[in-house]
């Protein structure tokens, strides 16, 4: 993947924002492997977790934002293999790795909590872009007392370099999960999400139990470089696409409680789709691969606009979709 080109990107991320956050900023510059040089096409308005950049609002850094002083990018060897790595930490003998940073994405009056979080690996753990890793809380499961908690899959929102371009580290992007009596109105702590706060409450130096990595169904296609991606996301199903960029990106937001669409309701990620949608049906026409990540709720919406402009333009969508899945065009991986 390392001479795959990402063009022509519509993309629609529905999140909760605060509106306090800065807005996107854009760069563009250029990406080589070869010379152990790596600048990225984009900023956006993520915090990544890096103390060194603390509070500098970025998505995806270059070496120099990276690393202060700037070193050189050394693992090439990452983009080596012809398949992608598999499986190598399982359930029962997970890979203890080191969380190195927790980073709050939002707001102070955003709703709900999300963080960046960077976990070192020591290279032991590598993986593609658009792979999981599973993370294992600690403590007991209360299903199964005497038996650990069942793992959790979380998307890696990195490349294989990691946020520091060494190889060693790899991010992750968390909601932490909470829980409110819809009675009182209170929240209720004894049915809080036990991974995501686990992740969340993490401290630099916590170990952290890894399983993986996982998944074939978001890895980049490498049999066309130059192949056109398009990418949909809810929430924090952005972070495998944060993992993909490269050059040459566009982006876009459906915000559900600061826009509204062209019938004056909130804005998701179906309306972006249908303000788009002669130009993304024409580039799935010529072959280009669309992306689905986030919850699984986003889908029907998003199938119902599809089917509604599909039939506008004189087609079956039931074909076109299988046709797409017949191509290897249809990726999604909602949960």
Known sequence: ?????????????????????????????????????????????????????????????SVQQASQPKVAVTPLSLEDAKDPPLHLYKNKEPYTGTIVSVERLVGPKAPGETCHIVIDHGGNVP??????????PPGENPKKPGNPHN???????????????????????????????????????????????FLCDSKPGDQVQITGPSG?????????????????????????FRGYLRHNFRFDRALSREQKNRSGGKMYVQDKI??????????????????????????????????????????????????LKKNKQWHVEVY
């Open 1 to 61: 993947m390392a001479h795959s080109a990402i063009t022509q990107v519509p993309v629609a991320v529905s999140i909760n924002a605060d509106t306090s956050l800065p807005k996107s900023v854009f760069k563009s510059n250029n990406v080589s492997f070869h010379d152990k040089s790596w600048n990225s096409r984009i900023s956006l308005d993520f915090k990544i977790a890096n103390s060194r950049t603390r509070g500098r609002p970025v998505v995806c850094m």
């Open 127 to 136: 993986y593609w872009e658009g792979q999981s890793y599973g993370i294992i």
């Open 274 to 323: 249908e303000e788009y949608s002669d130009e993304i049906f024409k580039l799935l026409d010529n072959g280009a691969h669309i992306y689905f990540c986030g919850l699984k709720g986003m889908m029907p919406g998003i199938q119902d606009t599809l089917k509604r402009v599909a039939e506008q333009r004189g087609e079956s969508w039931d074909e076109k979709l299988s046709q």
């Open 216 to 240: 074939k169904i978001m890895l980049l296609p490498e049999d066309d470089p130059n192949a056109t991606h398009i990418m949909i996301a809810t929430g924090t199903g952005v972070a495998p």
């Open 151 to 197: 793992v959790r899959l979380y998307s890696i929102a990195s490349t294989r370099y990691g946020d520091f371009f060494d190889g060693k580290t790899a991010s992750l992007c968390v909601r932490r999960a909470v829980y409110y009596d819809p009675e009182t109105g209170k929240e209720d702590p004894s049915k809080k999400g036990v991974c995501s706060n």
